[in-house]
């Protein structure tokens, strides 16, 4: 037998590292929520593995939420601290049995590294050979060793181990180190974990105890199909002949239309080639007629080119006479003087109108610029806007209208030169002032950027300390890596009274920023800050020591600062009585004097006999409290305010100026080409003059000899386009008839290639078709070139022939098509429908007629018999065998519950026939089915329709029916009578009348028997594990449950509430005691001697469960007998049970004799477990135990080696 010995939990939900120690019968109590069920699903995750099976905390409710995740980060439930493990690290869940038959221990476990993104990366293991106390799951690097490092590590053991990251895999190996157990292990291992009343005693034995045994029916309906297929042969074979004979026909009317098609294609590729050798003549006679056409267009072409020359040449001596006449030439020059003095005149004109425009608008700009406002980025210099006035009026008086002998004076150019000047200095000015706003504007920009930051982190709840404090406290968070929080002084208290807040914020004033850490981490937590001070810029800030600042906890003086703050933290608390403990509060600034140290409301401080008011700024920015993040929220959205308005102001601004900047732009040559112009009329008046003089002169010009000329000019040069014209129409027309007849002779080298080509492909068709069809094609070649009729009409009505008898041919071959796939579907036929021949169909044909149909017959027989012999010899002795063999499992069930009542009850499990299957059950029972004939030879009877009807369902029934009548079970009614006094009644009618301790019985009972009924060998585990187990029992049906659980010779680990442990804990050899302290769990073990000494247990808590029974000797009179036992007098058959029990393992030994010095088994690597001492008979229960940072890695539970080891 193999039996669980230890159990080491590291790292899962709040315990941090224990291992505890099972015997034979182990109680597991402590408070609710102190973690029993946590134990057990641990046991579950180790031992069932896959998730979809296991139901965590199964006692609780149907939708308890525990999850594999939440156990191993240890989730809390608060909202600051969600879970003790955050991160990466590594969780074990590791036990060690103990097999008696090779006398050897071996460990089986599971790893599981998880990650930051709550990913898990698992592996499961069993080594051979190896006790939990050797294992060393520590790393050198001072953490947990993750999966690579164990897995490395297990390499270098000696023995035999596996690893498994399959779950099914591992749960294969598993069933078989547990010795060959059944794969149901796993179903009643979770289903036992928490009471379910039995709702239905048939589905109870389904699940728990007779496991579905399968019966071979292939052979049997594998017989009979023979017989039937033979029979469906036979009679399919005339319907096969009957098929290939109407797809015989169908392909030789198929045949006929596909040779006919043939022969016309034959004649229609003759006529194509005797279309294309006309095509070719037909191009040949249009060749010889453009030829001559262009020879004779050669000819005109030349002569009209002749005359264009002659016409070319009168026309350019016209030209010659007419140019060179005297009067021609002078009306030349004088028009062309009269073009250069318009264009001039215009241009002057054009300038004297910009010079006016640019005169008003300037006008414009001088008024307006002497409205302009001066502030403190413009200011006017004295005497300056009235100069602009002069400036405006010597404008005004320049270039008048209606006057061209204006001319302006050598004063006045000066002056409209010096305006220029004087704008361009304003220009300067004014770029200057556009600069400076410019400046101011992105400086409160930068402000009001940085305002909206400060308001985001304030409404994100980030106060805006300095960056050198919060530099300092993440270095601290890091390098204590959780050991201790980090706090900021002025996060941690608030005020009682707000009038008092300007003081204690001016009085505090870079003190608020001060860092605290945790009293036992203040030294390691200063020698960081003087490591890295140089590196991380966190000069200056605070570090608080809390270690001896704890003394000034509780000296504040009535009256003082103090009392007006609000801390719930004892640190926060010392800091403040240290700093305002002794500055006292005075009502005026005459109060003052009264105290040492004191300060006022109104900021007014005295210390020293000195007086002194703080500074606003010391308070103006609140940070104490949770009130100061909505102040400051206040002050900085007041100042985000005003910083907008004078943006918005200062902008408004800087476009007016942006604006005169622009308008002030290159006066100085503006008004310098202003001077240059302001002689533009009288420049006007001198071009009128000279343009009336060259018009007066071309008046008097005498120009008829000149016209004569120009008019036989323009003759010659209108006959030489028309003769130009000519040559370009006849020059044209050659062209194109050229090209003609080029593209002709290009046809006729493509025609003579399409001859060939014809030519080819009608010679081609011989290779393509049969030869036998060539007479039969000339022949009809011969009657078509002898009609008399154009070639192309020959070829439509030839191949509007061809396409009609196409279409039937497809359509015949379309219904072959059809013939043959529905032949192919039927009888699965693997030849292609659209061959085209005949030949995959004409030979089976013949084959049909060769069939040996009295063979066929010999054949039908013969299966027929075969199925009836597998009938009987397989599945009727089967079914009797499976029925037989359950009656016997029963009788063996029945026989551990015989003489052992529960109170007054005995349980007994009944199995009869099926009420509803009876007629069938009564005929596979009976002996002489086996002994008579065939079946379809027996006499016609009840016996022989029913084994028809059996037949009949298993040959041709659907799915549901096969597992209807090929489970054994459905042939049998199940119940659980139990026998009260001289009662006697039937569980399955009284079941939902019962009581709670009534109904828990028999599931109790019915799944101890299940158990007893999977480890049906002596060389498998025994493991039983309850959950909240026998919570609605009575006393005596407790000690009952127990002691048929020792009978049984089962190894028991039950979570008990408290309330019952006094009842349970005389009746099993270990009881474990699981406690929580905050977030932490761990286990001590009660020793037998406490148990039996009176008759108060303590409890997970520490105290007593309450008083024990009144009648004494249940927990006082037993005496320490071997395993199993409870020992006493009055106890006998439990005294018996034990010895018998004690054949198969060691007695047990007495606790306290096993516990161990402090320590544990991890103790010579200081890995401290327990309180240990010299009057210490077992470990401490409560308090914190030291281990690796500050938890507890090694158990305080005394070991018991010899527990299951070998007499």
Known sequence: MKWMRRLRLINWHYFYDETLEFGRQTLIAGRNSAGKSTIIDALQVLLVANQRQIRFNSAAHDEARRSLISYLRGKTGGEERKYLREGDFTSYI??????????????????????GDDTIDDEYFILSGVELAHLDFWSPAERWKNREEFHRYCQNLPGRHIFERSKTGYQKALLNRLGQVSERFFPVFVKALSFKPIQNVRDFVYQYILDEKELQLDLLRQNFEIHERYQAELEALEERREQLEAICRQFDTFARLRDTVAIQEYVIRGLKHTREVELREHLEEEICFLTAEVERLGRELDLARAKQLEAGQKAREAYQKWQSHQARQREQELKEGLARVDKDLREQERLLAILRQTLEREKALLAGLQEMEADEYWQWQPGERERLGRALELLSGLVP???????????????????????AGLHSRCARAVGRLEDRLALLQQEKTELEGQIRDLENKKRPYPPHVLNLKRLLEERLNRRSPVW???????????????????????????????????????????????KHQIEGVGLVDTEKEQKYLGTAQEGSLAEEMVTGNPVIQAHIDHLLGRVMKARDEQDLRRYRTAITRTCMSYHNLVARQLE???????????????????????????????????????????????????????????????DLPARIRRLEEERAALAAELERLDLGEVERLKEEYYYWERRGKELLDEVTEISGLKKSRENELNQKQTELHLQETRVQEAQAFWQSWRE?????????????????AGQELPVASKLINWENSQKGNTTRREQEFQRLRDLRHEYNLRYTYNADPGAPDNEAYRPLLAEIATVDIPRYREKLAEALKQSEEEFKSHFIFKLREAIEAARRDFNELNYALKNFPFHEDRYHFEIKPSERYRRFYDVIMDPGVMEQGSLFELPEDDRTAVLHELFEKLIRGEAGELEEFTDYRNYLDFDIVVTSGEHRYSF??????????????????????????????????????????????????????????????????????????????????????????????FV???????????????????????????????????????????????????????????NDGPPLNDAASLSRPAGGEDGHRGQAGGSGGEDSGRPRRGGVRNGRDGQRPASAVPVQDSLFADQ
């Not at 002998?405 to 220029?420: K, M």
């Not at 941690?492 to 505090?508: H, I, P, Q, S």
């Not at 020793?1087 to 007593?1104: F, I, K, N």
């Not at 009055?1130 to 018998?1140: Q, W």
């Open 94 to 115: 590791v036990a060690e049995f103990y097999d008696q038959q090779k006398r050897e221990n071996f460990v089986v476990g599971v790893v599981m590294d998880v990650y």
């Open 401 to 423: 209208a209606g006057d061209a002998d204006w001319l302006p004076g050598e004063d006045t150019v000066a002056a409209v030169r010096d305006t220029g000047l004087f704008l």
């Open 488 to 534: 900021i002084f002025c996060e941690e208290m608030d005020l009682k009274d707000e009038t008092w807040r300007d003081a204690v914020e001016g009085y505090l004033y870079t003190q608020r920023f001060d860092l605290l850490v945790e009293p036992r981490v203040f030294a390691e937590a200063l020698a960081i800050y003087e490591r890295e001070k140089g």
């Open 616 to 678: 606003k700024h010391r308070y103006a920015v609140p940070y104490i409290g949770a009130r100061a993040i909505a102040r400051q929220l206040e002050i900085k959205r007041r100042e985000l305010a005003e910083t907008k308005e004078q943006i918005d102001m200062l902008q408004g601004r800087r476009e007016k100026l942006t604006a005169w900047l622009e308008r002030l732009a290159d006066k100085k040559s503006l008004y310098a080409g202003i001077s240059e112009q302001l």
């Open 768 to 784: 393509q078709y049969p030869v036998e069809l060539l007479p039969r094609a000339e022949e009809r070649w011969r009657e078509a």
């Open 988 to 1081: 399955s009618q009284v079941l939902r009348e019962k009581s709670g301790g009534e109904t828990q019985t028999p599931f109790y009972v019915a799944i101890l028997a299940s158990f007893n009924h999977l480890y049906d060998t002596g060389k498998t585990v025994r493991l039983v594990v309850f959950d909240e187990a026998f919570n609605k029992m009575d006393e005596e049906r407790i000690q009952t449950s127990l002691r048929l659980i020792k009978r049984m010779n089962l190894q028991l680990i039950a979570a008990v509430p408290d309330e019952k442990m006094q009842h349970m804990a005389p009746e099993v050899d270990t009881t474990l005691l699981v406690h929580r302290n905050g977030f932490h769990c």
């Open 1084 to 1142: 001590d073990m009660i020793s037998r001697q406490e148990v039996l000494a009176g008759d108060e247990v303590p409890t997970g808590d520490g105290q007593p469960a309450g008083p024990g029974d009144t009648d004494g000797g249940r927990a006082g009179g037993h005496k320490e007998a071997g395993y199993g036992g409870t020992g006493g007098e009055d106890s006998g058959d439990a005294g018996d049970d034990a010895d018998d029990a004690g």
